[in-house]
């Protein structure tokens, strides 16, 4: 098995996540999204609190590689305050850059992406 | 982190005997013997050829075998193709059926795969639930035309024992070679390959606290089966594996061997305690699960898959911890454990689990910081994830 390298920035992602967990049932106008599944290796659920076409909050779980825990992290870190309509931060494959994903396992990014958008689709929905 | 990572990887590798290397030592300089032991004609190649002949009655001694059915290979990877390799190319007029499972080694897989190619038949018998072949799997297996049987001894990955011996006699009875891999077990369940009715067995040092780059190939004496060698040149090893001898490495597998004869019922006993404390400590954690047998395995290992938990970051989660996981985790698709997925284990099973390997230095305190770097890495990483999908 290759040596488990990881950058800095997925390291401090992976050890100290931002916005782990969830909101308790009933907590709000909340848009939920998830993707993947336990036997492909990855499932990622996120959070969207959304007030005033902007991103106030985003929580996350995640089931998955370290890669994958850093990136659904870093994307509830960069989301707050964006707004809704232009909420990513950078496209999936440049976080993968940003992360410094390997090639082989930028697939997983793509289920974090899924995810996300699942959540911001329903948080767009409920703003029409 | 000042606390040094805890070893539990054994089943890799382990760390040479301080014993080991010192005899190694003296095989080395101009003050030992260096010489090469086929340079029979002087002293100092006399002295090395005594030193290699007394090594190979050290291991012979540990499998119930005459020395001169040793034959040093650079370890079992080699001794597995030279015995499936060596049949096959000699016999193959005989038959050309191979019996193996689904469980073995790559380097009985890969070496069958190829003689596939080859124009070779193999069946590839399913282990059950437990990680046992059933003797009656390998009896209805056998053809007129199978050649050979060639199962692991202990697996690598789950430790469970196969019954070599009533598999052996039901090979014998059938005039059918068996060859079986013993990395993982030799010196540390018995072996005798005369009760046992073996006919090729694959052995290693560094298994067992002798250094790597060294291993044997048991090959019967009486009648010995007929094989083609897969490395030519001096004829060493009775023609079956050219090369000069590596005096220092097999001067190592022998003491190493002879200390495992010595200390195999301690070790096993000792090793039965830990693997069973580790065993209860993560047990306590819920929706763990033992992989293989929970009786039928080699002393020190001890498989287990975590529900709720994926593997890669797992390990990643236990820097102070040595251990083997069950997830090949560089692939977009997630290669779960091909041997775990043959038990009937989910993919997330599978790829979730950890292989703890106990060895001779493996102490209370290395299995309870176990327990408890895994109890907080589990809970943790489930504490993450989002509640399990339908």
Redesign the interface.
């Known amino acids: ?2 040596a ?1 390298e ?1 950058s800095p920035l997925v390291e401090s992602h ?1 050890t100290h ?1 931002v916005g ?3 909101w308790p049932a009933g907590q709000g106008e909340i848009a939920v999204g ?1 993707a993947g ?9 996120f959070e969207v609190s959304v007030r005033d076409g902007a991103v106030t909050e985003v929580r996350f ?6 890669h ?2 850093a990136a659904a992290s870093w994307l509830a870190e960069h989301l707050k305050g964006r707004p809704l309509d232009r909420a990513m931060p950078v496209p999936i494959l440049e976080l993968g850059g940003i992360l410094e994903v ?1 090639t ?5 990014l793509l289920v974090v992406e899924d995810a996300l958008h699942a959540a911001l689709a329903q948080a767009q929905k409920r703003q029409v | 982190m000042s606390r040094p990572c805890v070893y539990m990887d054994n089943a890799a590798t382990t760390p040479v005997d301080p014993l080991v290397a010192a005899a190694m030592m003296q095989c080395l300089t101009a003050d030992g013997c260096f010489a090469n032991p086929s340079s029979t004609g002087h002293a100092p190649g006399n002295a090395a050829r005594a030193r290699v002949e007394k090594a190979r009655a050290q291991v012979a001694k540990l499998i119930g075998a005459e020395p001169s059915a040793i034959v040093w290979t650079s370890g079992a990877t080699e001794s597995n193709n030279l015995a499936i390799f060596g049949v096959a190319h000699a016999q193959g007029e005989r038959g050309r059926h191979i019996v193996t499972s689904r469980t073995e080694h790559k380097a009985v897989l890969d070496p069958c795969k190829q003689l596939e190619k080859e124009g070779f038949e193999v069946t590839y018998l399913k282990p059950g639930a437990d990680g046992i072949v059933a003797v009656e799997a390998v009896a209805a297996a056998l053809r007129k035309d199978t050649l050979l049987v060639s199962l692991m001894h202990a697996n690598n990955e789950i430790g469970v024992v196969q019954d070599v011996g009533a598999i052996g006699k039901l090979c014998r009875d059938r005039g059918v070679l068996l060859h079986v891999d013993a990395a993982q077990s030799a010196g540390k369940v018995p072996v005798h390959v005369g009760e046992q009715c073996i006919d090729l067995l694959s052995l290693t040092a560094h298994k067992i606290y002798g250094p790597k780059g060294i291993g044997a190939l048991y090959v019967r004496r009486q009648p010995r089966p007929l094989m083609l060698p897969m490395i030519f040149g001096g004829g060493q090893e009775w023609g079956l594996r050219s090369g000069t001898l590596p005096t220092h490495q097999i001067v190592g597998m022998g003491v190493a061997y002879e200390i495992a004869a010595r200390d195999l019922e301690s070790d096993a006993r000792r090793l039965t305690g830990l693997r069973k404390r580790l065993w209860a400590g993560l047990e306590q954690l819920g929706a763990v699960h033992l992989n293989g047998h929970p009786e039928r395995r080699v002393a020190g290992v001890l498989n287990v898959s975590f529900e ?3 593997g ?2 797992l ?2 989660s236990l820097p102070g911890l040595a251990v ?2 069950g ?8 290669e779960a454990s091909y041997v775990l997925r043959a038990l009937g284990r ?3 099973l599978a ?1 979730s689990s950890l292989r703890f390997s106990l060895g001779r230095f493996s102490t209370e305190a290395d299995v309870d910081y176990a327990i408890g770097a895994v109890t907080e890495a589990v809970r943790r990483l489930r ?4 509640a ?2 339908g």
């Open positions: 098995m290759p488990l990881y992976f996540p782990a967990g969830s998830e599944h336990e036997a492909e290796g990855v499932r990622v659920r779980q995640a089931f998955g590689c370290p994958t825990i390997p082989e396992k930028r697939g997983r | 709720g938990v994926e890669e970051s390990l990643y083997s996981t997830s090949a985790c560089t692939s977009a698709s997630q989910s993919d997330q790829q504490g993450l994830a989002p399990a999908a």
